[in-house]
């Protein structure tokens, strides 16, 4: 059964649809790369064995949840078809924590809750100009844990955000893209890096997409992330922010934000 796209997710959820994805689909190798604050797998799902090597990343925030629901559609309908040319590595959710906690209705956070299960800004918790980022963050009062933008004690202090880490460098990936929620923006650059293709690439997936190419806006640098992959390898990484309006994000949305997104993803792998 495909996972359900017309009810909030939670972590429940979203294992039992990979389960049975993966019963159906034997070819797709399953990796437990890590474990949340509280415990839940981190899951990767691995298509092909191409030498371009392509990691898909979604819900870094845990209001952003819409997109691990993109991203486990397009596996669904999608894996069968993957290029030869290419290894394909899916990490739908990011912080399965923080999903239930805005999701669950066992565990009733505010739905602004973008943080882990101790209240840290994931996508603000790589070492890429930490140090920026913690002191903008501190200026705007973000000081301590909650529910946005705390950088947390340390670079990659947090399970999840270090997991990534590890397994992107591992893995020795080319292209990243991260899928967020919202604005229907591609962003391609951090600082003066300029990875070789990266605008390029952004332009073609915002020419299939209709999503605008900009540069970050300048509260968001730093510490994400795909800051962290271009400056650690100068390799193309792309935040694709999906969607319009205040997140969460309706889940009424889900049907356009998908039609948008595949095409990106198509995009991107007739580009390798």
Request: proline fraction near 6%; glycine fraction near 6%.
């Amino acid at each position: 059964m495909p996972i359900c796209t017309k009810t909030p997710l939670t972590s429940e959820k979203f294992n039992a649809a990979i389960d049975e994805l993966l019963a159906a689909k034997p070819f797709i190798y399953h990796e437990v790369f890590g474990t949340s604050r509280r415990g839940a797998p981190l899951r990767a799902l691995v298509i092909g064995s191409g030498e371009r090597s392509i990691l898909i990343n979604a819900s870094h925030h845990a209001n952003e949840w819409l997109t691990t629901l993109v991203l486990t559609r397009f596996i669904e309908k999608n894996a069968d078809f993957i290029p030869e040319n290419i290894t394909l590595h899916c990490i739908p959710l990011v912080n399965p924590d923080g999903v239930d906690m805005v999701n669950d209705q066992r565990r009733p956070y505010p739905p602004c809750w973008k943080a882990n299960a101790c209240g840290v800004d994931l996508n603000s918790n790589y070492p890429a100009g930490w140090e920026l980022a913690r002191a903008r963050k501190f200026a705007l009062g973000y000081t301590r844990a909650g529910a946005r933008d705390f950088v947390g004690e340390s670079p990659l202090c947090e399970p999840e955000s270090c997991a990534m880490a590890a397994y992107t460098a591992f893995n020795d990936i080319d292209i990243t893209l991260s899928l967020h929620t919202q604005g229907e923006e591609i962003y391609w650059r951090y600082m003066d890096y300029n990875p070789i293709g990266a605008k390029e690439l952004a332009t073609r997936l915002g020419a299939v997409s209709g999503y605008e190419c900009v540069d970050v806006p300048d509260e968001s640098s730093h510490a994400g992330y795909r800051d962290w992959f271009i400056a650690e390898f100068n390799r193309v990484g792309l935040t694709i922010e999906c969607g319009f309006g205040e997140n969460p994000l309706p889940i009424e949305q889900f049907e356009d934000m998908y039609g948008k997104v595949e095409r990106i993803l198509w995009e991107c792998f007739r580009a390798c």
